[in-house]
């Protein structure tokens, strides 16, 4: 799919932006601080009604126009060429209550719930902190699972937004229940709440580990391609779902290892029904009964899962090099384009920032060389020699300067 058109208003640095964008490589060039990552997470916005980068969503509107607007507002909007139809998105950031910010989302100019927007235009970014994927803690790889598969798959998302609601109802029992367990209460009147809440978080959260298992399983694959491709030839990688409890009572995979059983006895990763899932869930929690009512918190679940990344068996996140730790969340990015185009049969547009600074020559040849095969892809960068002559001949070349964007001749460039 292709991004044809962008329209800013009082985002960020971007007080008043219409920008026309071809198909194939595009490359944004500016010093540091002149809008270029701001441009990429517009575009991210507008396909996922989030920001990667912003605390709050006050922080994406201009601060001129928040002091000096009596009613300040930003507004992003982009024109998408899908197959052969073409639709538009629009989002409103406007004041909420209490300093946040309220927004409203429309497609083709009709009101729609976030639900119904994300998804509609395909987006695949790729951040310098992205590393943190590979090194930082789980909880920075369940939000890029979360926010991957809530892009290709609207069920994931409802599934998740309601695991997240009775997540907190549970909570607030349990802790409830943990300052009363000085006193006597009857034990059949909590199980008979918690069971309730059980059953609830037990049907969500089958199904997000489910998702999570089986585009862990796909996105290992196509990583291990993406990464031979990118790296050293000989490298093998490999992507390990690790479940809070294991859905299937097998033992865990000793992600220490490159040949796990993934690849010994293949029908070992079938799987698990959400059914089967289901019912593994509500064994571990009434194990975990006790344990959650005295810390009053839920132990068990998708919202305590991980990801392992090994190349040759070892675990990036721990004894990975900083060049493999790189090349493992690339890879990974990568990896999640060709799972969109196998799911969405279209292909996404890929944003990288300022990916080139952190290669070595031969690292961002192959870059280039894959970038080539993207129906739309935004690169940014600082230096225009990053890139290789041909690179340049091909793409499309746009200069940005404190909230302007120009295009630039190749000789100039
Ligand atoms: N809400 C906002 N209103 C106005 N300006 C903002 C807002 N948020 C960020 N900015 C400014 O936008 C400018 C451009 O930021 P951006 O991160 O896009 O730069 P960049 O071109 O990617 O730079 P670098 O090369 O250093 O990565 C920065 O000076 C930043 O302070
Ligand atoms: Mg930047």
């Not at 060389?369 to 340049?392: K, N, Y």
């Amino acid at each position: 799919m292709v991004l044809t058109q962008l329209s800013l208003i009082n985002f960020r640095n971007y007080t008043r932006l219409t920008l026309n964008l071809p198909p194939g490589p595009i490359l944004l060039r500016s010093d540091n601080a002149q809008g270029k990552t701001n441009l990429l997470e517009a575009i991210y916005f507008l396909a996922t009604t989030r920001s990667t980068f912003a605390r709050a969503e006050r922080q994406l509107v201009n601060w001129l126009a928040m002091e000096r607007d009596p009613l300040p507002f930003a507004r992003l909007e982009g024109h998408v060429r899908r197959n052969r139809s073409t639709f538009q998105i629009d989002i409103t950031l406007l004041p909420g209550q209490q300093g946040t910010v309220r927004k409203e989302m429309r497609l083709n100019a009709v009101k729609k719930r976030a639900l119904d927007v994300v998804g509609q235009l395909n987006a695949v970014i790729f951040l310098p902190e992205d590393i943190e994927l590979v090194t930082g803690s789980p909880s920075a790889r369940r939000r890029y699972m979360d926010a991957t598969l809530c892009q290709i798959d609207t069920g994931y998302c409802r599934a998740l937004a309601q695991y997240n609601k009775v997540l907190t109802q549970r909570n607030a029992l349990l802790k409830q229940l943990a300052e009363q367990s000085g006193a006597a209460v009857p034990r059949s009147r909590d199980d008979d709440q918690l069971l309730f809440w059980d059953e609830q978080l037990a049907q969500h959260g089958a199904l997000l580990i489910v998702r999570r298992q089986e585009a862990i399983a796909e996105l290992g694959q196509l990583g291990r391609n993406r990464y031979r491709l990118l790296g050293d030839q000989k490298e093998v990688f490999h992507l390990h779902y690790a479940p809070s409890f294991d859905p299937q009572h097998r033992p865990l995979l000793d992600y220490q290892h490159p040949l796990s059983l993934e690849e010994l006895l293949p029908s070992a990763q079938m799987p698990p029904s959400v059914p089967e899932v289901i019912e593994a869930f509500k064994r571990h929690l009434h194990q975990a009964r006790r344990e959650e009512i005295a810390r009053g918190v839920t132990i068990v679940g998708p919202h305590r899962d991980d990801v392992h990344f090994t190349v040759d068996g070892v675990d990036m996140t721990f004894y990975g090099s900083r060049g493999q730790q790189r090349t493992t969340a690339l890879a990974l990015k990568l990896a999640e384009v060709d799972l969109m185009v196998r799911t969405t049969g279209e292909s996404p547009v890929l944003l990288l920032d300022d990916v080139m600074s952190e290669l070595d020559a031969r690292r961002r040849a192959r870059v280039m060389g894959m970038v080539d095969g993207v129906e739309q892809a935004i690169l940014t960068t600082t230096d225009w020699t990053d890139f290789s002559d041909e690179f340049r001949a091909q793409a499309h070349l746009l200069q940005a300067t404190a909230g302007q964007i120009q295009e630039v001749g190749t000789q100039h460039a």
